[in-house]
């Protein structure tokens, strides 16, 4: 009501005023329609060249040919799919090409509508890109397109999971680029760890559309890309905690309210009384968060349990007695491992949060309900589940690159985005990508009826009267889509289906590649189909079944696509009578067997009945079970219930419960948003770090005289230890011999000078310039190149490492009162600058110390360079460009992949300094 006053008092809602403001740029487009038109295809494609030129001389800008673009890109659609954009699809591409987000209706044809956006902003030159949710999405929709494009004068990539490096390099090249949303973030980590600049494959950031952005930027957030290799093999102490999990117990609760007992609710003053009090428990369960916590008798009786079987490291005081604790030094790390042990046996549920499948367990998007290839839980989690399951336990990974995908997508000079759900996130697209959200009108008006809830008093009878249900709506021919949360629920009602003999299909993880098919027919008559999560499937369905499938049952896979073509046009009739038989029945039946925690899920499996104005229903069944219900419903949902009743099987039909449960995902989507916002919190931290590495690994990529810069980092480095040091010049020379190797054969009359600085300056650029005419300028450059990047990348790795432990220490100052994100920012400030001054004295002392002699050659050796590393001889790693024009002598015997790397870090050779070669 209060809304409704206020937009009547200031001119209407924002969608009006969004609507008022597109309009007349739509009527521009329409009264073009005539021109277009006109033109053959040979005048587009000279327009397309016209226009292109002009873009990028900076004769005109895009918005000044926006009208004509749009007016061209929807004749070339007209012409080559026989598809007209709606003006609805006009007004969203214009809403896309402003860098907003276009919120459209599912079936409103969003695949479509964002061609004249992309066409448009294609002819800056500078490359679009457009993002999916899977490469099944990216490469349809570039197939389904691309023609329009190629129409029009204009080249398109689709980058896939499976191509090489060349093959993705061509696809970037392209005038427009589809890919995933995975597939775009890796590409940049990969590109940003390349040893050569001809070897980068993506451009610059320029302009981008996401399809399902809300998916993409909201649902996906809270797990970051990350790019890992192994690390040390921690199976043993991982199968070790897996086995302590039988013997713990979680605290008991009180049977009244279902609640740990807590030690306020006993009135125990005094301090024995307070010593004594038992939890009854080894651990308490947090399952709005996931986590468990260990309790003083917890962590007492897992000390207990680790010292019987001989694990922890054993310790004594100078008396001899035995001190050894869980909390020493070597045995610290056992809580973590159990903690996760736990986490993994009580959290996460087998084909819930994740499948196994093929002796690997692969996570499940709790939003789409897809499998995430190649994405694993992080700090042990995963291998905790791995031995939960008796698969294979892969070793830890540590991080080589890493990156949010709110970071990545903000790297773009313009961002924009189209779902049929974001109005419900305006306020976080707002605060954290600063983009706004325009709601575009359906194209006709939407028929479907939204059913109020019916709630259920346990999930038993909710099942059951789903059952019953289905049962009802099929006998009559309706078609039902009946949507889960889980695989697990969705093979429940399978079950449940099976035994009362309703023939259905299911679409969930596990059978991902049938995915188009089962959504395709899921609008015919008598279909049954139930799916987990709905999110971002990217197919409609169609009253009556697909048509496309029905042309592909009479010809086969096999056929070409005139035959499919014309197979489809020959049963078009056919399929419009089904058409129009669904829809007398009502439509399809859309039944939620429970809400969802976040509103937009609900609302996507909702909209996919009704599309282009089709009748339909949607009506979900919740019971008191339910997560959301039971974690998240506030006491007040309980209570009503209490005073309203519910009889044996008997359903509940209450506004005043809807709202209820409305409002408890309305808590659950804030909580999320926090989350989501603090991990961006501690990424923006890590961003403005990383930017200046990957720049300045850019920087050494394209220099073609990295002697200049080592120069300058050698003079930077002996006027600090010059400054550190001037009280006492014997002490400067100590720190020179310390840092180099050498003091640069400094004379006492020559330390005591005041002109010293100039002095060693000088003889550094003496020493390099000796080394650039014995080996040459160029291969010189490429060792100079080979240093820096190798020096970077090993304490960049270090350096993400350090990060995680730096955050999770400052994650505990909060119980001193401290912000923990002002903590993280000062010491992650401190250990960025340390890694700095590592990579700058390490690449000056390597520099300095290199030696090359020439060797004469034996008849079977050609001359060559000899490396020589400081007073210890080393082997230096040149690049394959410099070897095949000079022999490289080793100076000591050669290091095996397996064997211990001579650098001294403990390391395995081909994990450390060989990780490259």
Same mark, same amino acid.
């Given at each position: ?676 916002? #603090?991990?961006?919190?501690?990424? /923006?931290? *890590?961003? +403005?770090?990383? $930017? ?5 690994? @850019?920087?050494? =990529? ?110 505990? #100052?909060?119980?001193?009162?401290? /912000?923990? *994100?002002? +903590?993280?920012? $000062? ?5 960025? @600058?340390?890694? =700095? ?81």
């Amino acid at each position: 009501m209060a809304n409704k006053f206020l937009a009547a008092l200031f001119g209407g809602t924002k969608q009006d005023k969004d609507i008022k403001r597109l309009k007349p740029i739509v009527e521009k487009v329409n009264s073009l329609s005539t021109w277009a038109e006109g033109l053959s295809h040979e005048d587009i494609l000279n327009q397309t060249q016209e226009w292109k030129e002009e873009i990028q001389s900076g004769q005109k800008k895009l918005d000044d040919i926006l009208p004509w673009a749009f007016a061209v890109a929807r004749e070339a659609s007209a012409r080559v799919l026989g598809e007209r954009h709606y003006d609805v699809q006009i007004m969203g591409a214009i809403v896309l090409h402003e860098g907003s987000i276009l919120e459209l209706k599912t079936g409103e044809g969003k695949t479509l509508t964002c061609v004249p956006a992309a066409y448009l902003n294609a002819l800056s030159g500078e490359g679009v890109h457009i993002v999916t949710v899977n490469d099944y999405l990216a490469q349809r929709d570039a197939t389904w397109m691309g023609p329009i494009y190629e129409y029009l004068g204009l080249s398109v990539g689709v980058i896939l999971s499976t191509q090489d490096n060349q093959r993705k390099k061509e696809a970037y090249s392209k005038d427009i680029t589809y890919g995933t949303n995975n597939e775009f973030g890796f590409d940049y980590l990969r590109d940003n760890m390349k040893w050569r600049m001809e070897d980068k494959i993506q451009p610059k950031h320029h302009f981008c559309i996401v399809d399902e952005i809300d998916s993409i930027l909201i649902d996906e957030a809270r797990t970051p890309l990350i790019i890992s290799g192994q690390a040390e093999d921690d199976s043993k102490s991982v199968r070790t905690a897996d086995s302590i999990v039988q013997f713990l117990k979680e605290c008991e609760k009180d049977p009244a309210t279902g609640e740990y007992y807590e030690l306020s609710k006993f009135e125990m003053l005094d301090k024995d009384a307070v010593a004594a009090f038992d939890e009854k428990g080894d651990y308490r369960i947090d399952e709005k968060s996931k986590n468990i916590t260990f309790t003083k008798q917890g962590i007492t009786h897992l000390e207990n349990i680790l010292k019987s079987q001989g694990l922890l490291i054993t310790s004594k005081d100078e008396n001899g007695e035995d001190t050894t604790s869980i909390y020493d030094d070597g045995n610290f790390e056992y809580i973590h491992y159990v903690t996760e042990a736990v986490i993994a046996h009580k959290m996460f549920e087998k084909d819930v949060d994740y499948v196994v499948k093929d002796g690997e367990v692969q996570i499940v998007d709790q939003f789409t309900g897809r499998i995430l290839p190649g994405r694993r839980y992080n700090n042990g989690l995963h291998q905790a589940i791995e031995a939960k399951e008796g698969v294979k336990i892969q070793a830890q990974s540590k991080t080589f690159a890493t990156i949010t995908f709110q970071n990545f997508f903000r790297m773009y000079d313009k961002l924009s985005g189209m779902t049929g759900t974001a109005d419900t996130e305006a306020t976080e697209f707002k605060q954290i990508y600063d983009l706004d959200v325009v709601v575009v009108p359906t194209n006709k008006p939407v028929k479907r009826v939204d059913l109020p809830d019916l709630i259920y008093f346990d999930e038993k009878q909710k099942f059951n009267a789903i059952v019953e249900e289905v049962k009802k709506i099929h006998l009559t021919g309706q078609p039902v889509l009946i949507g889960t949360v889980s695989i697990e629920k969705s093979e429940v009602l399978s079950a449940l289906f099976r035994r009362a003999g309703i023939k259905h299909e299911v679409l969930n993880a596990k059978n991902h590649a049938r995915e188009a098919f089962i959504i395709g027919e899921a609008g015919a008559k008598g279909a049954v189909t139930i799916s987990t999560n709905m999110a971002g499937r990217g197919t409609d369905i169609k009253l009556g079944g697909s048509l496309e499938h029905l042309a592909l049952k009479k010809v086969g896979t096999e056929a070409s696509s005139e035959e499919l073509k014309q197979a489809m046009e020959d049963l078009r009739p056919e399929w419009l009578k089904a058409n129009e038989e669904v829809k007398a029945l009502g439509g399809l039946y859309i039944i939620g067997s429970e809400r969802h925690e976040s509103r937009r899920i609900d609302n996507q499996l909702r909209g996919r009945s009704g599309r282009q104005g089709d009748p339909g229903t949607s009506r979900f069944f919740v019971s008191l079970d339910d997560s959301l219900m039971r974690l998240f419903a506030s006491d007040s949902v309980k209570n009503v219930v209490g005073k309203l009743g519910l009889k044996d099987g008997e359903p509940l039909e209450n506004k005043m419960l809807t709202n209820a449960i409305e409002k408890a995902q309305l808590r659950v989507e804030e909580r999320n948003f926090e989350i989501r916002k #603090r991990l961006l919190d501690y990424d /923006n931290v *890590l961003n +403005e770090q990383r $930017n200046y590495i990957y720049e300045q690994r @850019d920087e050494i =990529l394209k220099d073609e005289d990295l002697s200049k810069r080592v120069l300058d980092n050698i003079s930077d480095l002996v006027n600090s230890l010059y400054e550190e040091n001037k009280k006492d010049i014997n002490s400067f020379r100590d720190s020179l011999l310390r840092e180099f190797t050498t003091d640069f054969s400094l004379s006492e009359e020559e330390l005591n000078s005041s002109d010293v600085l100039n002095i060693i300056n000088q003889r550094a650029e003496r020493i390099i310039q000796d080394k650039e005419n014995l080996i040459s300028k160029e291969q010189f450059n490429i060792f100079l190149r080979s240093l820096y990047l190798r020096n970077i990348d090993k304490r960049w790795i270090d350096h993400l490492d350090a990060l995680e432990d730096i955050k999770d220490a400052a994650s505990l #100052r909060s119980y001193a009162q401290k /912000n923990p *994100l002002v +903590e993280y920012k $000062n010491e992650a400030g401190d250990a960025y @600058d340390r890694m =700095l001054n590592d990579i700058t004295e390490n690449i000056c002392r390597m520099a300095i110390a290199v030696k090359f002699t020439l060797r004469t050659p034996t008849r079977t050796q050609s001359a060559g360079p000899q490396i020589t590393l400081g007073p210890k001889r080393r082997e230096s790693h040149i690049t394959a460009q410099a070897q095949q024009n000079n022999t490289i002598i080793r100076t000591t015997a050669k290091v095996g992949r397996n064997d211990p790397c001579p650098c001294g870090s403990g390391k395995k050779y081909k994990n450390c300094c060989g990780r490259n070669i």
